[in-house]
Antibody, heavy 125, light 107 residues
Framework: EVQLVQSGGEVRKPGDSLKISCTGS????????VAWVRQLPGKGLEWMGI????????RYSPSFQGQVTISADKSITTAYLQWSSLKASDTAIYYC??????????????????WGLGTTVTVSS | EVVMTQSPATLSVSPGERATLSCRAS??????LAWYQHKPGQAPRLLIY???TRATGIPARFSGSGSGTEFTLTISSLQSEDFAVYYC?????????FGPGTKVDIK
């Protein structure tokens, strides 16, 4: 079964560091981009960035560049999202998802076809 | 950065009726547009990629159209399990972004 398993919910204080994980199985983790998506309480989905575990090529959304670090360890088929200093505004659900490419009539199209169940991060003093 | 907008924010529909959701991109994304369904407490679900191709296992009542900057998701006959929030999303060359979502609720 193709799946992404995310680490459990976290409660931290402002200023704390944090690293959450997303472990893939049932497919070639190394050869598929993994995306991170944020959902603030009561709000919509936000694209944070993606990583290609094969070579750790990482692309950040401008809104998240410098705010978080995305990394991966292909030897254990795991992607990570980390913060060096959390803020209350980082309170959210964080999803990882596989970005799959579909070749249609000479062009590649992409979609997030496999998702983790999300990690809830709560930052509160 | 490509900014996505969606309308309406909320759509109230009776079961069995048709729902039409709109998505607009701030610049052309050609057909590099996907649609997702998201229910509370669940992970989002890919419905459509390439603007009009249904993902594996998605019922035929879901259809997508459009290219460039204007896109539409149509649900031909709403079932009870279709009441959810729907997002459009563009992706091209490492850059992605979601629209703010349209909530489809029961009229």
């Amino acid at each position: 079964e193709v799946q992404l398993v995310q680490s459990g919910g976290e409660v931290r204080k402002p200023g704390d560091s944090l690293k959450i994980s997303c472990t893939g199985s049932g497919y070639s983790f190394t050869n598929n981009w993994v995306a991170w998506v944020r959902q603030l309480p009561g709000k919509g989905l936000e694209w944070m960035g993606i990583i290609y575990p094969g070579d750790s090529d990482t692309r950040y959304s401008p809104s998240f560049q410098g705010q978080v670090t995305i990394s991966a360890d292909k030897s254990i088929t795991t992607a990570y999202l980390q913060w060096s200093s959390l803020k209350a505004s980082d309170t959210a659900i964080y999803y990882c998802a596989r970005l799959s490419g579909y070749y249609v009539s000479g062009t590649y199209y992409y979609g997030l076809d496999v998702w983790g169940l999300g990690t809830t991060v709560t930052v509160s003093s | 950065e490509v900014v996505m907008t969606q309308s309406p924010a909320t759509l109230s529909v009776s079961p069995g009726e048709r729902a039409t959701l709109s998505c607009r991109a701030s610049q052309s994304v050609r057909s590099k547009l996907a649609w997702y369904q998201h229910k509370p407490g669940q992970a989002p679900r890919l419905l459509i990629y390439g603007a009009s191709t249904r993902a594996t296992g998605i019922p035929a009542r879901f259809s997508g159209s459009g290219s460039g900057t204007e896109f539409t998701l149509t649900i031909s006959s709403l079932q009870s399990e279709d009441f959810a929030v729907y997002y459009c999303q563009q992706y091209n060359n490492g850059d992605g972004s979601f629209g703010p979502g349209t909530k489809v609720d029961i009229k």
